[in-house]
């Protein structure tokens, strides 16, 4: 069962870390594309960057890269902006496949908390020659019913907050892809 406890502070401590920050890199002014393209558009690529850090979320991080790379081949910027969405998708992952595991391995903890209580109401069996007391099995029963609670306890939740910051990084890793379209199509514009 401490095993089982510590695994569920793990899994709380990740899943509400993780949250705040996929939160945090999801917080973009809808605006942002629109103020890029005006100081792209007007030549003000030094503003353009400066609102790229001030922004500081996976999106303007990976358009910051861009901008950068203005002059260079498209391919080149294109690339560049992959790269970074990467390294960023990267970091907003960390952490998940250890929620993951807790999730599927909190409740095979707990089934073999099960099956040791079983085997111990078995010894105990064995031990009392036939007549057992209902009292000695039932200690055994309840620490492999308990066992097997908290197993599921841990992990179920662990399950469905997993699968929900991935649904959380499937979202923003589309907005990344959606502004990364935007930003080339700012580049191909015709310069007025």
Same mark, same amino acid.
């Given at each position: 069962?401490?095993?089982? =406890?510590?695994?569920?502070?793990?899994?709380i401590f990740i899943f509400v870390e993780r949250f705040?920050? @996929? &939160?945090?890199?999801t917080g973009v002014d809808m605006h942002f594309m629109n103020r890029i &393209?005006?100081?792209?558009? !007007?030549?003000?690529?030094?503003?353009?960057? !400066?609102?790229? &850090?001030?922004?500081?979320?996976?999106? #303007?991080r990976m358009i910051e890269k861009g901008i950068e790379r203005i002059g260079r081949p498209v391919s080149d910027i294109q690339t560049?902006? !992959? +790269?970074? #969405?990467?390294?960023?998708?990267s970091k907003l992952e960390n952490g =998940?496949? *250890? =929620?993951?595991? @807790?999730?599927?391995g909190a409740p095979m903890i707990g089934f073999l908390g099960t099956v040791i209580g079983m085997v111990q109401t078995f010894m105990e069996m064995q031990a009392g020659g036939g007549a057992v007391e209902l009292a000695? =099995?039932?200690?055994?029963?309840?620490? %492999?019913?308990?066992?097997?609670?908290?197993?599921?306890?841990?992990?179920?939740? %662990?399950y469905f907050g997993y699968n929900y910051l991935v649904a &959380?990084?499937?979202?923003? @890793? *589309?907005?990344? !892809? %959606? +502004?990364s379209i935007a930003f080339m199509d700012i580049l191909n514009q015709p310069v007025k």
């Open positions: 069962m401490w095993i089982l =406890l510590a695994l569920g502070g793990i899994a705040v920050a @996929i &939160r945090k890199a &393209r005006d100081y792209i558009s !007007e030549g003000k690529i030094r503003s353009a960057v !400066e609102l790229c &850090r001030k922004t500081d979320t996976p999106i #303007a560049s902006i !992959e +790269n970074v #969405a990467n390294l960023e998708v =998940l496949p *250890f =929620l993951a595991t @807790i999730a599927g000695t =099995l039932a200690g055994g029963m309840y620490v %492999a019913m308990v066992t097997t609670v908290g197993g599921l306890v841990v992990g179920i939740p %662990a &959380r990084i499937e979202k923003l @890793i *589309f907005q990344m !892809e %959606a +502004n």
